[in-house]
């Protein structure tokens, strides 16, 4: 048995560097020279300066942009470290609400929201993508559903017609993968980018 | 449920179906030393970890020695990550200058990554530098799934073999298991992730200026060659604390698909090694089958479940099932699929956030753990959970016909039942037993995120996984207490280390037995009447040791939301 104490270590420690520093190396090496944007994080820049990720939800609170979904993400209370407080879209700690179907306080949120958004728009059914939270917190898409939506609204608070924004959330619409994979979606950061480009401020 | 849903997930079942063979043929050439296609490159890697380790390849070990090797090499894993954890602070590659972990969160993560569960009670991008997640975690995401190949292959030979009082050498098990196995795919999937969008990197967090002008930190990360193992392995531990939920973890519906493959391939094809190695593939299909039953079943489900949504959504007119901790990306379907596959196998990884999943699409991932993950499977802990499935239902079938039992030309005798039923009832002693004490510890009570019912799931959930060695979780219950991480630690332990022995003492004591002979009395176990067999003993297993506590838990909530009761 005391055979075996000596592959348990020289074995061990080989077999960690392999895998544990040489493999994400080398692959760090390779992504960086075949695929350098995605590699960094898919980095969108303006000006020179990044404004965020692609694939990175952020928050829009403006009646000028289109919204993400709810997002439950946290930060450290600055008061008291042990405790932490809302900070949505939160790209350094993300999670979801974690709340059950017999939550009353999930269902008090919800309510609430759906009864603004009627407000908003009563034209049309609410997509339950935008009364509910992401998993990550992070989600960068909404459903088609959810973009048109918003259109009133859009259109009005930047004196567009609607059917110039409609347009904008077909363009940036994107189907499933092979036409199988996935759900339809339009990612809200590109949206919004797109509306700046075709109406700005 | 929608006809383009089912499509996604029949697509994913055929893909896995179609792997099997060629991966399991590859697999059984690898174990058995034979040249591969990747053996000019690897095989004088091969050779100089043997020559540096001292290890003769051609001497075998006898089952207790082969175990022994197994849990040395586990207590130097455990070091290796406690002591990182504990000084990475003073470590290189820290960009986010993250400090020392506490004691108990570094044993309780030492343990859940030498067990394979990756249970997360810390945060990955709040909490951990690259250092940590690169050489400490993921050295143990290969070597956690390499050993449980090698265990399995290490049973099996039990089965094959014949009058032996050897059932291989685990060095050598462990070493072709990470070299020939796991890391030629892990590079392949690492890039192709990378491609769809997954981040790898080592540079710092990116502050970003959002369109409206506030500041957004963006944790990035080393993301893709971790995911790529993470998912092999059947581990789970995410890179950042939303694991495969996050975009950067699973930035596509492409690299879902991906990702839900890499979690199966393995532990499906592990059922044609052992076709193979005992000398009929239908004997491994047969078992496949049993797998593919439950699993088919726990799909529909969840599904339904999350398709139909919540009582109370539906009374608000929100259509389109239950979205809440969902990503658009992924929809009902793919995320109620991952949920399953994910649990099936020992793997853990989420898309979506289990806590918040309908009261039965909640329940269907927590009896796939229940039932010792051995749909499909962690790699080759499924396999082997199975077979100790196999054992009980030959000597059932025994019974019931009065001969003694055979499978595969072994007899099952009274040692090999032992060892099953050793294996198995370990298990609900630490799920039931710990969720027992939790419940009546207020400061444990305290730690539920949600009230009623669903906060007795959180807590049933989180030893089950552990237990399991699963890692996913109800994620609201803030495990990260002295209570929680020691518990859960010794949950996981248990879970691996004594379902582990007994599967290896009963391969020494199948290697020593002599093969027989089928004979028309033999019960034949490639059939039907097999497979329906074992489902119903590990349903009945199953249902017996768990269904009072699902009761307390799921099956109440869905009553309490039904009749329109909130807490």
């Given at each position: 048995?005391?055979?075996?104490?000596?592959?348990?270590?020289?074995?061990?420690l080989?077999?960690?560097?392999?895998?544990?520093?040489a493999?994400?190396?080398?692959?760090?090496?390779?992504?960086?020279?075949v695929f350098?944007?995605?590699?960094?994080?898919?980095?969108i820049?303006?000006?020179?300066?990044?404004?965020?990720?692609?694939?990175?939800?952020?928050?829009?609170?403006?009646?000028?942009?289109f919204?993400?979904?709810?997002?439950?993400?946290?930060?450290a209370?600055?008061?008291?470290?042990?405790?932490?407080?809302?900070?949505?879209?939160?790209?350094?700690n993300s999670?979801?609400?974690?709340?059950g179907?017999?939550s009353?306080?999930?269902?008090?949120?919800?309510?609430?929201?759906?009864?603004?958004?009627?407000?908003?728009?009563?034209?049309?059914?609410?997509?339950v993508?935008?009364v509910?939270?992401?998993?990550?917190?992070?989600?960068p898409?909404?459903?088609?559903?959810?973009?048109?939506?918003?259109?009133?609204?859009?259109?009005?608070?930047r004196?567009?017609?609607?059917?110039?924004?409609?347009?904008l959330v077909?363009?940036?619409t994107?189907?499933?993968?092979?036409?199988?994979?996935?759900?339809?979606?339009v990612?809200?950061?590109?949206?919004?980018?797109a509306?700046d480009?075709?109406?700005?401020? | 449920?929608?006809?383009?849903?089912?499509i996604?997930?029949i697509?994913?079942?055929?893909?896995?179906?179609?792997?099997?063979k060629?991966l399991?043929?590859?697999?059984?050439?690898?174990?058995?030393g034979?040249?591969?296609?990747?053996?000019?490159?690897?095989?004088?890697?091969?050779?100089?970890?043997?020559w540096?380790?001292?290890?003769?390849?051609?001497?075998?070990?006898?089952?207790?020695t082969?175990t022994?090797?197994?849990?040395?090499f586990?207590?130097?894993?455990?070091?290796?990550?406690?002591?990182?954890m504990?000084?990475?602070?003073?470590?290189p590659f820290?960009?986010?200058?993250?400090?020392?972990?506490?004691?108990?969160?570094?044993?309780?993560?030492?343990?859940?990554f030498?067990?394979?569960?990756?249970?997360?009670?810390?945060g990955?991008?709040?909490?951990?530098?690259?250092?940590?997640?690169?050489?400490?975690?993921?050295?143990?995401?290969?070597?956690s799934?390499?050993?449980?190949?090698?265990?399995?292959?290490?049973?099996?030979?039990?089965?094959?073999?014949?009058s032996?009082?050897?059932?291989?050498?685990?060095?050598?098990?462990?070493?072709?298991?990470?070299?020939?196995?796991?890391?030629?795919?892990?590079?392949?999937?690492?890039?192709?992730?990378?491609?769809?969008?997954m981040?790898?990197?080592?540079?710092?967090?990116v502050?970003?200026?959002t369109?409206?002008?506030?500041?957004?930190?963006?944790?990035?990360?080393p993301?893709?060659?971790?995911?790529?193992?993470?998912?092999l392995?059947?581990?789970?531990?995410g890179?950042?604390?939303?694991?495969?939920?996050?975009?950067?973890?699973?930035?596509?519906?492409?690299?879902?698909?991906?990702?839900?493959?890499?979690?199966?391939?393995?532990?499906?094809?592990?059922?044609?090694?052992?076709?193979?190695?005992?000398?009929?593939?239908?004997?491994?299909w047969?078992?496949?089958?049993?797998?593919?039953?439950?699993?088919?079943?726990?799909?529909?489900?969840?599904y339904?479940?999350?398709?139909?949504?919540?009582?109370t959504?539906?009374?608000?007119?929100?259509?389109?099932?239950?979205?809440?901790?969902?990503?658009?990306r992924?929809?009902?379907?793919?995320s109620?699929?991952?949920?399953?596959?994910?649990t099936?196998a020992?793997?853990?990884?989420?898309?979506?956030?289990?806590?918040?999943?309908t009261?039965?699409?909640?329940?269907?991932?927590?009896?796939?753990?229940?039932?010792g993950?051995?749909?499909?499977?962690?790699?080759?802990?499924?396999?082997?959970?199975?077979?100790?499935?196999?054992?009980?239902a030959i000597?059932?079938?025994?019974?019931?016909?009065?001969?003694?039992?055979?499978?595969?030309?072994?007899k099952?005798?009274?040692?090999?039942?032992?060892?099953?039923?050793?294996?198995?009832?370990?298990?609900?002693?630490?799920?039931?037993?710990?969720?027992?004490?939790?419940?009546?510890?207020?400061?444990?009570?305290?730690?539920?995120?949600?009230?009623?019912?669903?906060?007795?799931?959180?807590?049933?959930?989180?030893?089950?996984?552990?237990?399991?060695?699963?890692?996913?979780?109800?994620a609201?219950?803030?495990?990260?207490t002295?209570?929680?991480?020691?518990?859960?630690?010794c949950?996981?332990?248990?879970?691996?280390?004594?379902?582990?022995?007994?599967?290896?003492?009963?391969?020494?004591?199948?290697?020593?037995?002599k093969?027989?002979?089928?004979?028309?009395?033999?019960?034949?176990?490639?059939?039907?009447?097999?497979?329906g067999?074992?489902?119903?003993?590990?349903?009945?297993?199953?249902?017996?040791?768990?269904?009072?506590?699902l009761?307390?838990?799921?099956?109440?909530?869905?009553?309490?939301?039904?009749?329109?009761?909130?807490?």
């Amino acid at each position: 048995m005391l055979k075996e104490i000596r592959p348990a270590i020289i074995l061990l420690l080989a077999l960690t560097l392999i895998t544990g520093l040489a493999y994400p190396l080398a692959i760090t090496g390779i992504a960086g020279a075949v695929f350098p944007k995605q590699a960094a994080g898919s980095l969108i820049e303006k000006d020179g300066k990044v404004i965020g990720s692609a694939l990175i939800g952020q928050e829009f609170k403006s009646d000028k942009y289109f919204h993400g979904r709810p997002s439950a993400t946290t930060t450290a209370d600055p008061n008291d470290a042990a405790k932490t407080v809302p900070a949505p879209y939160n790209a350094a700690n993300s999670g979801g609400s974690n709340l059950g179907p017999t939550s009353k306080a999930l269902n008090d949120r919800i309510k609430e929201d759906v009864d603004k958004l009627k407000a908003e728009n009563p034209s049309m059914p609410i997509p339950v993508d935008l009364v509910t939270t992401s998993a990550s917190g992070l989600d960068p898409d909404i459903s088609p559903e959810a973009a048109l939506f918003q259109v009133p609204r859009i259109a009005k608070a930047r004196n567009m017609a609607e059917d110039q924004v409609r347009q904008l959330v077909a363009d940036k619409t994107e189907g499933r993968f092979a036409g199988v994979l996935g759900e339809p979606r339009v990612n809200v950061l590109a949206l919004n980018l797109a509306l700046d480009a075709a109406a700005p401020k | 449920m929608t006809v383009i849903g089912w499509i996604q997930i029949i697509l994913f079942c055929v893909i896995v179906v179609a792997l099997v063979k060629p991966l399991g043929g590859y697999m059984t050439r690898v174990f058995a030393g034979e040249r591969t296609l990747l053996s000019p490159v690897l095989r004088p890697v091969e050779a100089g970890l043997y020559w540096i380790g001292g290890v003769d390849e051609n001497r075998e070990q006898h089952w207790l020695t082969y175990t022994v090797g197994m849990l040395l090499f586990h207590v130097g894993g455990f070091l290796i990550i406690y002591a990182l954890m504990r000084l990475q602070a003073f470590l290189p590659f820290n960009p986010a200058g993250q400090s020392a972990v506490a004691e108990d969160l570094s044993f309780n993560t030492a343990i859940s990554f030498i067990t394979n569960t990756n249970w997360q009670n810390y945060g990955g991008e709040s909490t951990l530098s690259y250092l940590v997640q690169m050489l400490g975690l993921m050295h143990q995401n290969f070597l956690s799934a390499a050993t449980g190949i090698a265990l399995a292959v290490a049973l099996i030979r039990g089965f094959a073999r014949s009058s032996m009082r050897t059932i291989g050498n685990f060095w050598v098990d462990v070493t072709r298991a990470t070299l020939y196995v796991l890391l030629p795919i892990c590079v392949v999937a690492a890039l192709f992730l990378v491609w769809q969008g997954m981040p790898q990197t080592l540079g710092p967090y990116v502050d970003a200026t959002t369109l409206e002008g506030a500041k957004q930190t963006i944790a990035v990360g080393p993301v893709a060659s971790q995911v790529a193992i993470k998912m092999l392995g059947t581990n789970g531990g995410g890179f950042f604390n939303a694991n495969a939920a996050h975009p950067f973890e699973n930035p596509t519906a492409l690299s879902n698909l991906l990702q839900m493959l890499l979690i199966f391939i393995l532990g499906a094809a592990m059922t044609n090694v052992f076709g193979r190695m005992v000398g009929n593939q239908r004997q491994g299909w047969a078992i496949l089958t049993v797998m593919g039953v439950l699993f088919v079943a726990g799909v529909i489900i969840t599904y339904w479940a999350e398709a139909s949504g919540t009582s109370t959504l539906q009374a608000l007119g929100l259509t389109g099932g239950n979205m809440e901790g969902k990503e658009v990306r992924f929809g009902i379907a793919a995320s109620s699929l991952f949920a399953v596959v994910t649990t099936a196998a020992s793997c853990g990884a989420v898309n979506a956030m289990h806590d918040s999943f309908t009261a039965l699409g909640g329940m269907i991932p927590l009896i796939n753990m229940q039932l010792g993950e051995i749909i499909v499977g962690g790699v080759g802990a499924g396999l082997y959970g199975m077979l100790l499935f196999v054992v009980l239902a030959i000597f059932v079938a025994g019974l019931m016909v009065g001969r003694t039992p055979e499978y595969v030309g072994k007899k099952i005798e009274a040692r090999e039942v032992k060892m099953a039923m050793l294996a198995i009832l370990v298990l609900p002693l630490m799920y039931l037993g710990w969720t027992a004490v939790a419940v009546v510890l207020p400061s444990a009570v305290a730690s539920m995120a949600n009230a009623g019912p669903h906060g007795f799931t959180e807590v049933l959930y989180a030893f089950t996984s552990a237990t399991g060695n699963n890692g996913s979780a109800f994620a609201g219950l803030s495990g990260n207490t002295f209570f929680y991480n020691l518990t859960l630690a010794c949950s996981m332990f248990v879970g691996r280390f004594f379902m582990i022995v007994p599967a290896m003492a009963m391969a020494g004591s199948l290697a020593g037995k002599k093969s027989i002979p089928p004979s028309a009395g033999t019960f034949p176990t490639t059939g039907g009447l097999f497979v329906g067999l074992v489902v119903g003993v590990i349903l009945i297993i199953g249902g017996l040791t768990f269904f009072p506590a699902l009761a307390l838990g799921p099956i109440v909530e869905h009553l309490a939301m039904n009749g329109g009761a909130l807490f």
